[in-house]
Each structure stands twice: as C-alpha cells, then as structure tokens.
C-alpha cells in the first residue's frame, strides 16, 4: 500500500497559486508516498496542466451524481476526469453540513466517481458534541455503512476520517482516539469487503501540519492525510509530504 498525501485546497487559489505547484514538485520529484492536490475546479485543468510530467495527482472537490444534463453550477465526475482529475472528494463535512449531503447522496456521488474511472476518497466524521457524547465510534460506523458503496475496493475507495470539531480549528484528538477510530473502520470494512479491505487506504483530516504530522503517520491503520489549509503552501505542505515518505 503506498500511503497518500492529500490536500483539500476547498474554495481557495487562483493562478498565481499554481506557483505552489511547480515549488512542490521540485521539491519532491520523486516523494516516498503518493501526492494529490485537490483545487477549486476553476484550476483544475491549469493544475493539471502544471502538474504533469511530475508526482503530483489531481482530483475534484466534489461531482453530482449525473453525468451531464440541467443542473447549472455543477460538475460531473466525466468533466472532472476531462480537466485532468484522478481522483475526488465526496462527503466531505462542509458538503454534509454547508449542502444536507446525506449518506445516501454520498454514496450516489462515490459511485458516480467510479462510472468515470475516478478513484473516490469518502469522508466520515464525528461532530464535537458526538464525541463528548461517546457516540463517535457509532456515528462514523453508520456513515461508513451508508456512504461507501458495494463494490468497493483498494483501487476505487480511499477513506477519510475527520472529526469535524478538528477541522480548521488547531484541534487534534489524541493519538489513541486517532486510533481507536481508525481501527475500527478497518475492521468493519474488512468484515464487509474481506480481504481487499486491508489495502484501503485510511487518511486522517483535521488540523494535520508538519509539526503533528510524524506523530499522526505513526498511529495504527493511518495511511496518510487529508490536509486542509497546510496543502496551500508548499514548504507547509511538503513537510507533511516528507513525514509520509
């Protein structure tokens, strides 16, 4: 399993941003994990474009469920793979809270990921009062049932865990939360998927830097990050990338 760094640019850059990109890749040509950068999908193409001929992956923010038809302000899964996309973010917190993204609706988007040959990174996660109210292992088992789809595999799915009261806010859990969250998604998806669940990549998101990120990559069953607003800055990013690699 090659582990994966991740970053979520979410609604941030414009060209000049793509300066990151180049500073990335020749800082890391040849990086020990796998690289993605997740833009707006208004720099998608150019990203892709940028990050070509390098090791750096691209992918979408998000993709409605159809492939094309009336639904004006949104991106198909097919134009995120024609700008460049290898892979896209579904589920993410923001879309649940900021959108009513249900875990059907999730799971209809992960699937419209893989019609277009995009690999799907689906995101669960714990509310503040969720995990003050011991419910976290309950809630994220019940958005793993019901937002990953059948016919999921090491090649098609990765998934992220970020507790929402640590995204963006300095927040971390501990390293034995991490953990205890992390191993049991590992084995609910190995008693529904069988042995393809061993090399499904599990990130963990929320308030992952440079200086936690060695710690966090030496938890069990976390194979790599989601990274919000680290992955905007190359050296930021970077460091994260190296404590992967």
């Not at 990765?158 to 939360?177: C, F, N, Q, R, S």
Request: glycine share 12%; hydrophobic share 40%; net charge negative.
């Amino acid at each position: 399993m090659k582990k994966l760094a991740a970053g979520n640019w979410k609604m941030n850059g414009l060209a000049e941003s793509l300066a990151e990109i180049d500073a990335l890749a020749a800082a890391h040509p040849a990086p020990g994990c796998e690289v993605l950068i997740c833009p707006p999908s208004t720099l998608l193409s150019k990203l892709s474009e940028r990050a070509s001929g390098t090791a750096i992956d691209t992918g979408g923010q998000d993709c409605h469920v159809a492939a094309s038809g009336a639904h004006t302000g949104d991106v198909s899964a097919e134009m995120l793979s024609d700008a460049g996309a290898t892979y896209v973010i579904v589920g993410h917190s923001e879309r649940r809270a900021d959108h009513g993204e249900t875990d059907a609706t999730v799971r209809a988007k992960a699937e419209a990921a893989w019609r277009a040959g995009l690999t799907a990174i689906v995101c669960v996660g714990e509310t503040l009062e969720q995990r003050e109210a011991g419910q976290t292992l309950a809630i994220v088992g019940a958005q793993l049932r019901g937002s990953v789809p059948d016919g999921a595999t090491a090649s098609n799915t990765v998934i992220a865990y970020e507790p929402v009261w640590a995204i963006g806010t300095g927040k971390v859990p501990t390293l034995d939360e991490i953990g205890e969250v992390h191993d049991d998604m590992r084995t609910q998806l190995t008693a529904r998927f069988g042995d393809d669940a061993s090399g499904m990549r599990l990130l963990y998101g929320g308030s992952v830097k440079p200086s936690n990120a060695n710690e966090i990559f030496g938890v069990s069953n976390v194979d790599g990050a989601l990274v919000g607003g680290a992955s905007l800055k190359a050296a930021d990013f970077g460091g994260i990338v190296s404590a992967l690699g």
